[in-house]
C-alpha cells in the first residue's frame, strides 16, 4: 500500500509552514507530557532504554569516523543515558545529554554511573535555546529513535541543531511514519548543512503500513557554512 503522498505532504507542511501557525495545535503539548511523566515500569518507562540495540555499533562507527575521543557530543533524548554509556566505554568523556524525562535521567546516572556526566532534564523547546545562550558547542549532536520525529513542527529544532552543532548531526529516525514527518535535507540545508550520508530502507514510494517501526534511516549531515 503507499503511503507516499500523505506523508509527504506532511513533510512539506512541517517543513514550508510558518512555525507560528503551528501553536494552535491541540497535539503540541501532548507528546512532551506523555514522556515527562514516564516512569519505571510505565510503557515508555527508562526499561526500556537501557538494553543493547543492533544500532550502537553503527553510532559509535559514525562518531568514530568523524571526531576524536575529546571531541563533545550531544544525545537528544537521552533518556537514561545508555547510549551516552556506550560512548563513555568507546572513550569519550566529553558527553552530554538532554532529555524531558526527570526519572529517566536520574534512573540512568546512577545505573551507569553517569554522574559525572552532563545531562539536562527538559523539554527540547526549552534546554536547545538555553544551551545556545550559554555559549554551548557540540562537535557532533546525535539522536535515536524518536527523539526528533516526536518534536512538533511548533519548535524549528533543525534550527538549534545547525547553531549548537560545530561539525555534524547524527539522526537514526523513522522518517515517514510521524505525522511530524519533516524535509530533513531541505531544513538541514537551510541552516548551512548538507547530507554527507544517507542510508534509507525505503524510499518513502511504498511502506508496509503494518511494519513501520522497523522502518530506520541513517541520516549524517555535515556543516559546511
Same mark, same amino acid.
Given at each position: 500500500?503507499?503511503?507516499?503522498?500523505?506523508?509527504?505532504?506532511?513533510? $512539506?507542511?512541517?517543513?514550508?509552514?510558518?512555525?507560528?501557525?503551528?501553536?494552535?495545535?491541540?497535539?503540541?503539548?501532548?507528546?512532551?507530557?506523555?514522556?515527562?511523566?514516564?516512569?519505571?515500569? @510505565?510503557?515508555?518507562?527508562?526499561? =526500556?532504554?537501557?538494553?543493547?540495540?543492533?544500532?550502537?555499533?553503527?553510532?559509535? @562507527?559514525?562518531?568514530?569516523?568523524?571526531?576524536?575521543?575529546?571531541?563533545?557530543?550531544? @544525545?537528544?533524548?537521552? =533518556?537514561?543515558?545508555?547510549?551516552?554509556?556506550?560512548?563513555?566505554?568507546?572513550?569519550?568523556? =566529553?558527553?552530554?545529554?538532554? /532529555?524531558?524525562?526527570?526519572?529517566?535521567?536520574?534512573?540512568?546516572?546512577?545505573?551507569? /554511573? $553517569?554522574?559525572?556526566?552532563?545531562?539536562?532534564?527538559?523539554?527540547?523547546?526549552?534546554?536547545?535555546?538555553?544551551? !545556545?545562550?550559554?555559549?554551548?558547542?557540540?562537535?557532533?549532536?546525535?539522536?535515536?529513535?524518536?527523539? +526528533?520525529?516526536?518534536?512538533?513542527?511548533?519548535? /524549528?529544532?533543525?534550527?538549534? $541543531?545547525?547553531? !549548537?552543532?560545530?561539525?555534524?548531526? +547524527?539522526?537514526?529516525?523513522?522518517?515517514?511514519?510521524?505525522?511530524?514527518?519533516? $524535509?530533513?535535507?531541505?531544513?538541514?540545508?537551510?541552516?548551512?548543512?548538507?547530507?554527507?550520508?544517507?542510508?534509507?530502507?525505503?524510499?518513502?514510494?511504498? +511502506?508496509?503500513?503494518?511494519?513501520?517501526?522497523? +522502518?530506520?534511516?541513517?541520516?549524517?549531515?555535515?556543516?559546511?557554512?
Amino acid at each position: 500500500m503507499s503511503i507516499s503522498i500523505p506523508y509527504r505532504l506532511k513533510a $512539506l507542511i512541517n517543513s514550508l509552514t510558518p512555525r507560528v501557525f503551528f501553536f494552535f495545535s491541540f497535539r503540541r503539548m501532548s507528546q512532551r507530557n506523555h514522556w515527562a511523566k514516564q516512569k519505571f515500569g @510505565d510503557v515508555h518507562g527508562c526499561q =526500556n532504554y537501557m538494553h543493547h540495540r543492533p544500532q550502537i555499533p553503527y553510532l559509535i @562507527d559514525e562518531i568514530n569516523s568523524r571526531v576524536k575521543h575529546e571531541h563533545a557530543v550531544l @544525545d537528544l533524548g537521552c =533518556n537514561c543515558g545508555y547510549y551516552l554509556f556506550e560512548l563513555k566505554k568507546a572513550g569519550y568523556k =566529553n558527553l552530554t545529554g538532554v /532529555d524531558i524525562s526527570s526519572h529517566a535521567i536520574k534512573f540512568g546516572k546512577k545505573y551507569f /554511573d $553517569l554522574q559525572n556526566t552532563n545531562m539536562h532534564i527538559g523539554a527540547f523547546e526549552n534546554v536547545l535555546p538555553e544551551l !545556545l545562550e550559554q555559549g554551548r558547542k557540540f562537535d557532533v549532536i546525535f539522536s535515536m529513535g524518536a527523539s +526528533i520525529e516526536l518534536v512538533h513542527p511548533s519548535f /524549528d529544532i533543525i534550527k538549534y $541543531l545547525a547553531r !549548537l552543532s560545530d561539525k555534524y548531526v +547524527i539522526l537514526f529516525i523513522w522518517e515517514w511514519g510521524r505525522p511530524t514527518a519533516r $524535509l530533513y535535507e531541505y531544513e538541514f540545508q537551510k541552516y548551512g548543512f548538507l547530507m554527507v550520508k544517507c542510508i534509507r530502507p525505503f524510499d518513502g514510494s511504498e +511502506i508496509d503500513t503494518l511494519n513501520l517501526k522497523k +522502518i530506520q534511516s541513517l541520516l549524517v549531515f555535515k556543516k559546511v557554512t
